[in-house]
Protein backbone atom coordinates (compact mmCIF):
# COMPACT_ATOMS: atom_id res chain seq x y z
CA UNK A 1 0.00 0.00 0.00
CA UNK A 2 2.88 2.41 0.99
CA UNK A 3 4.52 1.84 -2.58
CA UNK A 4 1.34 2.54 -4.46
CA UNK A 5 0.98 5.94 -2.44
CA UNK A 6 4.20 6.91 -3.00
CA UNK A 7 3.93 6.81 -6.92
CA UNK A 8 0.70 8.09 -6.99
CA UNK A 9 1.71 11.20 -4.72
CA UNK A 10 2.97 13.16 -7.58
CA UNK A 11 -0.28 12.55 -9.50
CA UNK A 12 -2.13 13.96 -6.76
CA UNK A 13 0.00 16.66 -6.70
CA UNK A 14 0.04 17.33 -10.14
CA UNK A 15 -4.41 17.86 -9.96
CA UNK A 16 -3.64 20.16 -7.02
CA UNK A 17 -1.84 22.66 -8.81
CA UNK A 18 -4.41 23.23 -11.36
CA UNK A 19 -4.44 26.79 -11.61
CA UNK A 20 -7.85 26.48 -13.79
CA UNK A 21 -9.62 25.23 -10.73
CA UNK A 22 -7.67 27.08 -7.92
CA UNK A 23 -8.76 30.05 -9.76
CA UNK A 24 -12.20 29.23 -10.17
CA UNK A 25 -11.89 28.61 -5.98
CA UNK A 26 -10.86 32.37 -5.45
CA UNK A 27 -13.22 33.82 -8.06
CA UNK A 28 -16.43 32.13 -5.60
CA UNK A 29 -14.76 32.38 -2.71
CA UNK A 30 -14.53 36.53 -3.31
CA UNK A 31 -18.51 36.12 -4.41
CA UNK A 32 -18.70 35.00 -0.98
CA UNK A 33 -21.13 32.57 -2.16
CA UNK A 34 -21.05 29.77 0.42
CA UNK A 35 -23.46 27.43 -1.16
CA UNK A 36 -21.92 27.72 -4.45
CA UNK A 37 -17.66 27.17 -3.55
CA UNK A 38 -18.62 24.35 -1.08
CA UNK A 39 -20.67 22.51 -4.53
CA UNK A 40 -17.51 23.37 -6.06
CA UNK A 41 -15.57 21.38 -3.56
CA UNK A 42 -18.01 18.08 -3.63
CA UNK A 43 -17.88 17.76 -7.40
CA UNK A 44 -14.15 17.87 -7.36
CA UNK A 45 -13.73 15.29 -4.45
CA UNK A 46 -16.82 13.42 -6.34
CA UNK A 47 -14.79 13.45 -9.34
CA UNK A 48 -11.17 13.10 -8.27
CA UNK A 49 -12.00 9.90 -5.84
CA UNK A 50 -14.92 8.71 -8.87
CA UNK A 51 -12.54 8.47 -11.46
CA UNK A 52 -9.79 6.79 -10.12
CA UNK A 53 -12.01 4.42 -8.25
CA UNK A 54 -13.24 3.27 -11.86
CA UNK A 55 -10.43 3.29 -13.37
CA UNK A 56 -9.01 1.15 -11.14
CA UNK A 57 -11.14 -1.42 -11.44
CA UNK A 58 -11.17 -1.28 -15.09
CA UNK A 59 -7.21 -1.86 -14.95
CA UNK A 60 -8.07 -5.26 -13.23
CA UNK A 61 -9.61 -6.84 -16.26
CA UNK A 62 -5.86 -5.83 -18.04
CA UNK A 63 -3.83 -8.62 -18.90
CA UNK A 64 -1.62 -9.79 -16.74
CA UNK A 65 2.21 -10.38 -17.62
CA UNK A 66 2.19 -13.59 -15.96
CA UNK A 67 0.01 -14.58 -12.31
CA UNK A 68 2.66 -11.98 -10.56
CA UNK A 69 3.51 -9.91 -12.70
CA UNK A 70 2.06 -6.71 -13.50
CA UNK A 71 0.29 -6.09 -16.75
CA UNK A 72 2.58 -4.52 -19.24
CA UNK A 73 -0.08 -2.49 -20.55
CA UNK A 74 -0.51 -1.16 -17.77
CA UNK A 75 3.24 0.62 -18.19
CA UNK A 76 2.42 0.99 -21.49
CA UNK A 77 -0.66 3.63 -20.61
CA UNK A 78 1.55 5.36 -17.64
CA UNK A 79 4.83 6.20 -19.91
CA UNK A 80 1.85 6.97 -23.01
CA UNK A 81 0.21 9.36 -20.57
CA UNK A 82 3.62 11.05 -19.20
CA UNK A 83 4.81 11.72 -22.79
CA UNK A 84 1.18 13.21 -23.28
CA UNK A 85 2.00 15.64 -20.87
CA UNK A 86 5.27 16.29 -21.98
CA UNK A 87 4.06 17.49 -25.39
CA UNK A 88 1.10 19.20 -23.85
CA UNK A 89 3.85 21.22 -21.70
CA UNK A 90 5.18 22.19 -25.05
CA UNK A 91 1.57 23.32 -26.32
CA UNK A 92 1.02 25.21 -23.53
CA UNK A 93 4.74 26.91 -23.66
CA UNK A 94 4.25 28.09 -27.22
CA UNK A 95 0.45 29.24 -26.84
CA UNK A 96 1.85 31.53 -23.76
CA UNK A 97 0.89 35.38 -24.13
CA UNK A 98 3.38 37.58 -26.22
CA UNK A 99 5.96 39.62 -24.27
CA UNK A 100 3.74 42.70 -23.01
CA UNK A 101 0.51 41.11 -23.79
CA UNK A 102 -1.66 41.39 -20.85
CA UNK A 103 -2.53 37.57 -19.57
CA UNK A 104 -6.29 37.21 -18.85
CA UNK A 105 -8.93 34.45 -18.25
CA UNK A 106 -10.89 32.65 -20.07
CA UNK A 107 -14.42 34.32 -20.91
CA UNK A 108 -16.14 30.86 -19.15
CA UNK A 109 -14.14 31.22 -16.07
CA UNK A 110 -14.84 34.92 -15.52
CA UNK A 111 -18.28 33.59 -15.02
CA UNK A 112 -17.31 31.31 -11.99
CA UNK A 113 -18.90 33.77 -9.17
CA UNK A 114 -22.03 33.98 -10.70
CA UNK A 115 -22.38 29.73 -11.10
CA UNK A 116 -25.84 28.32 -9.41
CA UNK A 117 -24.43 25.57 -6.86
CA UNK A 118 -25.36 23.12 -8.82
CA UNK A 119 -23.63 24.93 -11.54
CA UNK A 120 -20.63 24.55 -9.61
CA UNK A 121 -20.81 21.22 -8.60
CA UNK A 122 -20.88 20.27 -12.11
CA UNK A 123 -17.85 22.34 -12.99
CA UNK A 124 -16.18 20.84 -9.97
CA UNK A 125 -16.70 17.40 -11.65
CA UNK A 126 -15.39 18.28 -14.92
CA UNK A 127 -12.50 20.49 -13.78
CA UNK A 128 -11.46 16.97 -11.69
CA UNK A 129 -12.13 14.34 -13.46
CA UNK A 130 -12.89 15.43 -17.31
CA UNK A 131 -10.18 18.15 -18.17
CA UNK A 132 -7.31 16.01 -20.08
CA UNK A 133 -4.88 16.51 -17.82
CA UNK A 134 -6.61 15.50 -14.83
CA UNK A 135 -8.58 12.72 -16.37
CA UNK A 136 -5.14 10.84 -17.32
CA UNK A 137 -3.82 11.37 -13.69
CA UNK A 138 -6.57 10.04 -12.46
CA UNK A 139 -6.65 6.86 -15.26
CA UNK A 140 -2.97 6.80 -14.15
CA UNK A 141 -3.55 6.41 -10.68
CA UNK A 142 -6.44 3.65 -10.91
CA UNK A 143 -3.79 1.53 -12.90
CA UNK A 144 -1.50 1.72 -10.33
CA UNK A 145 -4.73 0.97 -7.92
CA UNK A 146 -5.41 -1.83 -9.60
CA UNK A 147 -1.99 -3.12 -9.96
CA UNK A 148 -1.00 -3.19 -6.64
CA UNK A 149 -3.13 -6.28 -5.85
CA UNK A 150 -4.33 -4.36 -2.32
CA UNK A 151 -7.95 -5.59 -0.38
CA UNK A 152 -10.67 -3.59 -0.85
CA UNK A 153 -10.23 -2.03 2.55
CA UNK A 154 -6.36 -0.88 1.26
CA UNK A 155 -7.87 0.37 -2.39
CA UNK A 156 -10.45 2.42 -0.33
CA UNK A 157 -7.95 4.30 1.91
CA UNK A 158 -5.48 4.75 -0.74
CA UNK A 159 -7.97 6.46 -2.78
CA UNK A 160 -9.17 8.21 0.00
CA UNK A 161 -5.30 9.27 0.15
CA UNK A 162 -5.45 10.81 -3.30
CA UNK A 163 -8.56 12.53 -2.98
CA UNK A 164 -7.84 14.39 0.26
CA UNK A 165 -4.44 15.56 -1.31
CA UNK A 166 -5.63 15.95 -5.19
CA UNK A 167 -8.69 18.15 -3.74
CA UNK A 168 -6.73 20.12 -0.89
CA UNK A 169 -6.20 23.17 -2.51
CA UNK A 170 -9.85 23.77 -3.40
CA UNK A 171 -10.94 22.10 0.47
CA UNK A 172 -8.35 24.60 2.31
CA UNK A 173 -9.31 28.28 0.80
CA UNK A 174 -13.28 26.83 1.01
CA UNK A 175 -12.37 26.38 4.62
CA UNK A 176 -10.57 29.46 5.71
CA UNK A 177 -12.81 31.34 3.83
CA UNK A 178 -15.98 30.06 6.08
CA UNK A 179 -13.60 30.12 9.14
CA UNK A 180 -12.49 33.77 8.46
CA UNK A 181 -14.00 35.42 5.64
CA UNK A 182 -12.68 38.75 6.66
CA UNK A 183 -9.33 38.00 6.54
CA UNK A 184 -9.35 35.82 3.65
CA UNK A 185 -10.25 38.58 0.88
CA UNK A 186 -6.79 40.17 0.67
CA UNK A 187 -4.94 37.56 0.12
CA UNK A 188 -7.84 36.03 -2.10
CA UNK A 189 -7.39 38.61 -4.04
CA UNK A 190 -4.16 38.54 -4.23
CA UNK A 191 -3.64 35.09 -5.10
CA UNK A 192 -6.27 35.40 -8.13
CA UNK A 193 -3.71 38.06 -9.86
CA UNK A 194 -0.82 36.13 -9.23
CA UNK A 195 -2.55 32.91 -10.83
CA UNK A 196 -3.89 35.12 -13.45
CA UNK A 197 -0.20 36.37 -14.71
CA UNK A 198 1.52 33.24 -14.44
CA UNK A 199 -0.68 30.53 -15.26
CA UNK A 200 0.98 29.20 -18.28
CA UNK A 201 4.45 28.80 -16.06
CA UNK A 202 2.72 27.41 -13.76
CA UNK A 203 0.92 24.34 -15.86
CA UNK A 204 4.01 23.79 -18.18
CA UNK A 205 6.28 23.64 -15.16
CA UNK A 206 3.64 20.70 -13.66
CA UNK A 207 2.87 19.26 -16.56
CA UNK A 208 6.47 19.00 -17.63
CA UNK A 209 7.61 17.20 -13.69
CA UNK A 210 4.24 14.83 -14.03
CA UNK A 211 5.50 13.67 -17.29
CA UNK A 212 8.98 12.89 -16.77
CA UNK A 213 8.20 11.66 -13.27
CA UNK A 214 5.38 9.25 -15.25
CA UNK A 215 7.87 8.15 -18.22
CA UNK A 216 10.35 7.01 -15.12
CA UNK A 217 7.74 5.25 -12.65
CA UNK A 218 6.41 3.59 -16.22
CA UNK A 219 10.00 2.50 -17.40
CA UNK A 220 10.71 0.91 -13.35
CA UNK A 221 7.55 -1.21 -13.33
CA UNK A 222 8.89 -2.97 -16.67
Avoid: Y
Avoid at 72 to 85: D, K, N, R, S
Avoid at 89 to 118: C, F, I, Y
Amino acid sequence: MGSAIGEMLPLAIGIAISPTTITATVLMLLSNATSRTLGLLVGCVVGVGGAVALFSLLSTLLPAQDSDGPSPLAEVIIIAAGAFFLVLAGSQWRGRPATGEPAELPKWLTAADSLTPVKALLLGLLLSAVVPKNLLLALSAGVIVGEAALSGRQATIVILIFTVIATSTVAVPVVAHLVAPARMSGPLGQLREWLVHNNVAIMVVVLLVIGVVMIGNGIRRF
